[in-house]
């Protein structure tokens, strides 16, 4: 019966099958027919990479401003770090401060036990007003006392003058004796001595006199011992001496501060600089002045300028590197001391160069430099001469020209296969 149905149905619909049965065929051998498909086209795939060989992305030159940067990573520091320590040897009775911590000029760091300068002190200041009280006794006291003593030797010595002098007149008339005029004498000569022992008394206790210099020699020096023994007792506080943030702290509470150790350091607030080792082989392309832009690597998305300020003049032998520095002008927030960062230092820049992706060419640093463009649809190397190198493009002086493409290195084409390029 089957052998019979299928001329039956030819005669039917004019020797054709119908749809329905091609598309029951289809279903019956679908996975033969989608086998079939595709290696179909993986054949023909296959025919144009070996007639045209593989698409490959390639790189154009093109025209655009180029900046070439010379990169280097270093660390942040300010221009010079203050080591504080103790004038004195005492016992730390306390540390004021935390390391990490911003302080202003003046403000207490480190106490240290006093009692004995605070005695000094006390000391000190009692021989001060002992040696006031001395200046005014003399000013008081001892001064108008000789004073007074001088007015009444000089009441004597006027009476006693008068006395010799009648007295002499008297015996020269011979109503005196020679002894009462020799006792005249004696008593005017007595007089005398007492107004000038006077004379002296009044000088000595007078500014400018002996006693007065001495009394206020000692009122000077007692102050000058009260400074000393104040000045020490100000030994016992350990303040800042000038703004910054304390980065080093190496003392604690009941150590014995030696004088002249370091007990902390504090970077002064102002300026940072940023200290970096850079390639001997970049020393020629550097100058005082250049820009640069910089980035801490805890914050990678936020930059910030700076300045080359200083070269080293030698060279670090062992490493082949020379120390530059960079002075940032108004620093971030977020920097700290010994960060590490990262700098492009812009030394030369060109408007409308040949520029191409550093991807696409060849021993750069040989001396010899190539790339690989595009002939014919295959793969020819040309050499190229360069100009300036920034980060991520390299400018073509000769060998390319704007518009032609280059191959980079990373897609593994070789010299002289066939490709078909792609513009990316």
Not at 1 to 30: C, D, F, N, T, Y
Not at 174 to 181: I, P, V
Not at 204 to 219: E, H, I, W
Not at 240 to 246: E, K, Q, S, T
Request: hydrophobic fraction near 45%.
């Amino acid at each position: 019966m089957v052998e019979q149905a299928i001329p039956l149905s030819k005669q039917q619909h004019g020797g054709h099958l119908s749809a329905a049965a091609i598309w029951s065929v289809v279903i019956a051998h679908r996975w033969f027919l989608l086998t079939v498909v595709v290696l179909l086209g993986l054949g023909v795939w296959q025919g144009m990479r070996v007639l045209f060989g593989p698409a490959v992305v390639v790189d154009q030159v093109a025209q655009g401003r180029l900046i070439e940067t010379v990169v280097a990573s270093g660390h942040v520091e300010t221009p010079y770090r203050v080591e504080i320590g103790s004038q004195i040897t005492g016992t730390v009775e306390d540390v004021l401060v935390r390391e990490g911590e911003r302080v202003a000029k003046g403000q207490p760091l480190i106490s240290l036990e006093a009692r004995e300068l605070r005695a000094s002190v006390v000391q000190a200041q009692g021989a001060v007003a002992q040696a006031e009280a001395r200046i005014r006794q003399l000013e008081e006291l001892t001064l108008p006392s000789a004073k007074e003593a001088r007015a009444q030797a000089e009441a004597t010595l006027l009476n006693a003058q008068q006395t010799f002098d009648r007295t002499a007149q008297l015996e020269r008339n011979g109503y005196a004796t020679r002894a009462a005029l020799d006792d005249a004498q004696k008593t005017l000569d007595v007089a005398r001595a007492v107004k000038r022992s006077a004379e002296f008394q009044v000088y000595t206790a007078s500014p400018g006199g002996s006693d007065y210099v001495m009394a206020q020699t000692q009122l000077n020096q007692a102050r000058a011992n009260l400074e000393t023994a104040e000045s020490r007792l100000g030994y016992a506080t350990i303040t800042a001496p000038r703004d910054g943030v304390l980065i080093t702290r190496g003392v604690e509470r009941g150590t014995v501060a030696q004088a002249g150790k370091t007990l902390l350091v504090l970077a002064p607030s102002g300026d940072l600089q940023l200290v970096l080792q850079i390639d001997e082989r970049n020393l020629g392309r550097l100058a005082l002045g250049q820009t640069a832009l910089a980035s801490a690597d805890a914050y990678p998305d936020r930059h910030f300028s700076a300045v080359v300020t200083y070269i080293n003049p030698g060279i670090d032998i062992s490493r082949a590197t020379v120390q530059v520095k960079l002075t940032v002008a108004e620093p971030p927030d977020y920097l700290r001391q010994d960060m590490t960062v990262s700098v492009d230092i812009e030394v030369a820049a060109k408007d409308n160069a040949q520029v191409l992706p550093a991807r696409s060419v060849h021993d750069v640093l040989s001396g010899q430099p190539w790339v690989l463009t595009v002939k014919n649809g295959r793969a020819l190397r040309r050499p190229v001469k360069l100009g300036l190198r920034g980060s991520s493009q390299i400018e073509i002086l000769e060998g390319l020209q704007p518009g032609d493409i280059a191959i980079p290195q990373n897609s593994g084409v070789l010299a002289g296969q066939r490709l078909r390029p792609v513009l990316q």
